[in-house]
C-alpha cells in the first residue's frame, strides 16, 4: 500500500536520483531512534509513575541507550551508505485545513502544512534569537576550551612560587639561627645594674 504521506504532503527528492540503499539507512536511522527514545520513556516512566526499580534495572537501560547511540553514531557516520545533505524534502501541497495523514506520520508534532509555517521550516538562515543564543553558546564553548591554558598558566605560577620559596628557606633559615646564637644581654652588666639600682653601688 503506498504512503499517503508522501503523496498527499512531501516529497522526498534525491541529489543524484533514487538510491535504495539511502533508503534503507534511513529507515534504519527511524527504527534506532524510535528504540531509543522507547528506552528512554520506558525509565522515565518509571520515575515519573514511582514504579519500583533497582539499580541493576536503571542501569541495564542506560547501558541499551548508550549501545544504541552508539550504532546510531557509526550509521551517521559512514558517509557511503548515507548522505543526508544530498537529499531535499519538499512540499508538494499547502493547505489550511488539519491533515489526519500528516499529523499520524509525524507523529502528532506537525498537523498542517500552509502559507505560513512552510517558509519557517525551509528557512536557510537561523532566526535571529536562535542565532544570538547559538553565538552565546559558542562563546561559552570557547571559554571552557580556554580553561584548560588558564589552569596550566596558574600551575606553572604555583610552581614557580613554590620554587623560590624552597630556594629562599635555607636563607632564611641561617638568618634565624644566628639571631638566636647572637647574645643580646650581659650577665655582668645586668648585676651591675640591679646592684645600683637596690643598693646604691657603684654610682660613686
Not at 45 to 68: F, G, H, Y
Not at 106 to 124: A, I
Request: glycine share 6%; hydrophobic share 30%.
Amino acid at each position: 500500500m503506498a504512503d499517503p504521506f508522501q503523496h498527499q504532503q512531501l516529497a522526498g527528492r534525491e541529489g543524484g536520483g533514487g538510491n535504495r540503499g539511502s533508503d534503507d539507512c534511513l529507515d534504519e536511522l527511524i527504527d534506532r531512534l524510535r528504540g531509543i527514545r522507547r528506552t528512554l520513556c520506558s525509565l522515565i516512566a518509571k520515575v515519573d509513575e514511582k514504579r519500583p526499580a533497582t539499580w541493576p534495572e536503571i542501569l541495564n537501560c542506560l547501558a541499551e541507550c548508550v549501545s544504541q547511540l552508539s550504532a546510531l553514531h557509526r550509521t551517521l557516520r559512514n558517509e557511503k551508505q548515507l548522505r543526508l545533505n544530498d537529499f531535499a524534502l519538499l512540499p508538494i501541497g499547502l493547505s489550511p485545513q488539519l491533515d489526519q495523514h500528516l499529523l499520524n506520520h509525524t507523529e502528532g508534532r506537525l498537523g498542517l502544512l500552509n502559507h505560513d509555517s512552510v517558509p519557517h521550516y525551509l528557512r536557510t538562515k537561523l532566526d535571529l534569537s536562535v542565532e544570538h543564543r547559538r553565538n552565546e553558546f559558542q562563546k561559552s564553548s570557547t571559554n571552557i576550551e580556554a580553561q584548560p591554558r588558564t589552569s596550566e598558566q596558574m600551575r606553572k605560577a604555583a610552581e614557580t612560587a613554590l620554587n623560590s620559596l624552597k630556594q629562599a628557606r635555607p636563607d632564611f633559615e641561617n638568618e634565624q639561627s644566628e639571631r638566636n646564637q647572637t647574645m643580646r644581654s650581659n650577665e655582668q652588666d645586668t648585676a651591675k645594674l640591679l646592684l645600683a639600682i637596690n643598693f646604691g653601688i657603684g654610682l660613686n
